[in-house]
């Protein structure tokens, strides 16, 4: 069933050595459009949805660039605004092995952080949608864009849309102190929490008893703070990615989710060798997002999610490029890889 989804928040240019060359040796970039949100919003345009990305980019050719990229997978552009001076770019380096991968931010003073309420109607953007998705990100860039996220939740509650949130602490960005103090309050507008057990500690307070750091990701683990969260911002749905981490280029993949009944494990990905895990989270918030529009149980939504994201870390660039076919073949248990002739 097609829907019309829309998200909001920043996309930049990453720039990245060839392969696993390091910033230091490389002679030249790449260009590759991304960011959480349009992130997902590429994801849900693959499964047929109707995504509508909004955010505000320059009018010049560097702006367009990103805006073509988008168009090029069939998100929907109409609402973003055009104006202010830059796009923001990030460096990345991609590690491997026991060499963890880089990432450089160069985003301060873009067009999305210094947008005002007037570049937007949000009550317009939120007409006939029945999902809008944000991210910690986009409240981290800039107080402006903190109060455009709060705005756009509003109109997003006034017209009867379902809300997620991906969490996404990024320390580059602020404190855990301010982005508690932002993120918060703006808890009450969300019917999905997606984070795992840092975001929800740094951006809400809560903490798991889980050790991450040595690859024990238990979910038992995370039933005391999943109930914890419910109880307190009235969540529909929580849910986590459980990550293990055991080089830059193997990780261990399976997420939970809890709807105040039942908790619900995925079935567990080995991912091995990683091509390109940037967009990963966004991935699965983005299969997350669809599985709940279309499927008939937690369970399968999950499922769907985490075949997604495991796809996605096999692909280079920030967007997840499969489309719901491919995703359900995984999730049926179709993982050997072989040539599809």
């Keep these: 069933m097609r829907s019309k989804i829309v998200t909001f928040g920043e996309i930049m240019l990453r720039l990245s050595p060839e392969a696993n060359d390091r910033f230091i040796q490389t002679d030249t970039f790449r260009i590759i ?27 010049h050719e560097i702006g367009q660039i990103a805006v073509n990229a988008l168009r090029r997978y069939g998100v929907h552009t109409d609402f973003i605004a055009r104006g202010g001076d830059r796009v923001g770019l990030y460096y990345a380096e991609t590690g491997a092995s026991m060499r963890p991968s880089k990432v450089i931010y160069d985003r301060a003073h873009s067009a999305i952080a ?21 991210s910690g990100i986009t409240p981290a860039i800039s107080d402006k864009a903190a109060e455009l996220t709060r705005l756009a939740c509003e109109a997003a509650k006034r017209h009867g849309v379902t809300v997620s949130v991906d969490l996404n602490f990024r320390k580059k960005l602020w404190t855990s102190e301010k982005a508690i103090s932002i993120m918060r309050p703006l808890m009450k507008y969300v019917d999905v929490c997606i984070g ?16 991450v750091e040595g690859g024990k990701t238990d979910a038992e683990g995370y039933y005391g703070i999943f109930k914890g969260m419910m109880q307190e911002f009235g969540f529909k749905y929580v849910v986590s990615t459980l990550r293990e981490s055991l080089s830059a280029t193997h990780n261990g993949w399976k997420a939970l989710i809890y709807n105040g009944k ?25 299969g997350l997002i669809h599985g709940l529009l279309t499927k008939e149980t937690q369970g399968e939504a999950l499922e769907f999610a985490v075949a997604a994201s495991a796809l996605k870390h096999t692909i280079p660039g920030d967007f997840n490029l499969v489309s719901a076919a491919e995703v359900e073949s995984l999730a049926g248990g ?3 890889g072989r040539v599809q002739r």
């Excluded at 459009?33 to 505000?56: Q, R, W």
């Excluded at 975001?199 to 798991?208: E, H, I, R, V, Y």
């Excluded at 039942?262 to 983005?286: M, T």
């Design 196 to 211: 795992n057990e840092e975001d929800a500690q740094l951006c809400l307070g809560f903490k798991p008893e889980a050790d």
């Design 334 to 336: 179709n993982a050997n």
């Design 114 to 134: 210094e947008a005002d309420p007037e570049d937007f109607d949000f009550d317009k953007i939120m007409e006939g949608a029945r999902w809008f998705h944000w």
């Design 262 to 286: 039942e908790f619900y494990q995925s079935k567990h990905y080995d991912i091995n060798p990683i091509i390109d895990r940037v967009g990963g989270g966004d991935s699965f918030a983005g």
């Design 33 to 59: 459009p991304g960011g959480g949100e349009a992130n997902v919003a590429v994801s849900l345009a693959n499964y047929g949805h109707d995504a509508y990305f909004v955010s505000k980019l320059p009018a």
